[in-house]
């Protein structure tokens, strides 16, 4: 499966944004799916994942409240709102899949497909 992220962009603390990673090659109804992000000096880190029917989810405390994930199987998409964003948010974002039918929001170890990123800038 293929994955492409985009949506990213520079943007003002406090600005929203939603990001969008659309996949091909592979229908991801049954995979499980998530977001990661990866600041400028530091690792790749999971903030949010979800199971394939898109009921459990899982957020990093650092954007709970802030960043909501959800799927629309049918377009084979999956998306990132992103609200209320901070100077520390920015990263290049990446999406990524299971390799499998996965039931629950998949942890950063249990995403075994990877994406192209798309750069958020949030100034201050």
């Known amino acids: 499966v293929q994955l492409q992220a985009s949506g990213g962009g520079l943007v003002q603390a406090g600005d929203s944004l939603r990001l969008s990673c659309a996949a091909s090659g592979r229908t991801i109804t049954s995979y499980g799916m998530g977001w990661l992000r990866q600041a400028p000096g530091k690792e790749r880190d999971l903030v949010a994942s979800?199971?394939?029917?898109?009921?459990?989810?899982y957020y990093a405390d650092s954007v709970k409240g802030r960043f909501t994930i959800s799927r629309d199987n049918a377009k084979n998409t999956l998306y990132l709102q992103v609200n209320s964003l901070k100077p520390e948010d920015t990263a290049v974002y990446y999406c990524a899949a299971t390799r499998g039918r996965w039931g629950t929001a998949p942890r950063l170890s249990e995403l075994a497909y990877w994406g192209q990123g798309t750069l958020g800038t949030v100034s201050s």
């Open positions: 979800i199971s394939w029917t898109g009921g459990t989810t």
